[in-house]
């Protein structure tokens, strides 16, 4: 099972376009995030995910369909055991509007149990961003640049039986005040966010309310987060100062 889904990736990403078609496009996109927590809990956290793909087709619906290799990772300093994972991974992601759907092969190690697996897994991803003002600079007769209200949520489950079942995500309103030289936007945000999985979730789980403030500047954001987290598999409640920097960056190499 796992050298078919692993041969099926491969040959989807890597045949020519001259055995069919001129694929549609080249996308590719960068994430990565920096942050550090003050209880002692997660410690400096690094993680993002780079990955390179191809456009093929366009369905009915408006349905495209890319493949993508890539590599993602995620560590941190404490509390590392169930949290710490990196590798390649390769998929076949079918995209319309704000949802992603995907199957794909990860190749994942797992540094501080000194193990590595292979596995296919299922995953949903799916991204709005709304501004609540609908365009207007004024909120309860005070001028601000703008109100957006944005969400993120991710559904997967893997097949290898180390993660499970599993969803992350955040929902978040925040307030654009004003707006400093170089483009950078000064917002305060409300946000809730979660992280839960079925297997090996210890040091995984994790929900709750934050407060936050943050500068941004395109896809750069700096900011700062005062949360109420919960770990339920620990049974354990804090409040949490965190600062954090986040990138993102996306392209096609055919225009």
């Given at each position: 099972m796992r050298r078919f889904f692993a041969g099926l990736f491969m040959f989807l990403i890597f045949i020519g376009s001259a055995h069919a078609f001129s694929p549609l496009g080249y996308p590719g996109n960068f994430w990565n995030s920096l942050s550090t927590d003050f209880d002692r809990f997660d410690g400096l956290v690094e993680q993002g995910n780079l990955r390179q793909g191809v456009r093929w087709l366009q369905l009915p619906g408006d349905v495209s369909v890319n493949t993508y290799v890539g590599y993602r990772w995620r560590l941190r300093s404490l509390n590392r055991e169930y949290f710490d994972a990196h590798g390649p991974v390769a998929s076949l992601e079918f995209q319309k509007s704000i949802f992603n759907f995907g199957l794909q092969y990860e190749w994942q190690k797992f540094p501080p149990r000194g193990t590595s697996q292979q596995y296919p897994s299922l995953y949903v991803n799916a991204f709005h961003s709304v501004d609540v003002l609908g365009g207007s600079k004024s909120l309860f007769g005070i001028p601000v640049v703008g109100a957006p209200l944005s969400g993120w949520a991710r559904v997967m489950h893997d097949f290898g039986n180390f993660e499970g079942l599993g969803t992350m995500g955040y929902l978040s309103q925040a307030i654009e005040w004003f707006t400093l030289p170089d483009n950078v936007v000064f917002r305060t945000q409300a946000l809730y966010y979660w992280r839960f999985r079925t297997l090996n979730e210890e040091y995984f789980d994790v929900h709750g309310p934050?407060?936050?403030v943050e500068f941004a500047r395109g896809s750069l954001n700096a900011g700062a987060t005062h949360g109420w987290?919960?770990?339920?598999?620990?049974?354990?409640?804090?409040?949490?100062?965190?600062?954090?920097?986040n990138w993102f960056l996306q392209w096609d190499l055919k225009n």
């Open positions: 934050a407060l936050g987290e919960r770990f339920p598999s620990l049974g354990r409640s804090t409040q949490n100062f965190r600062v954090y920097l």
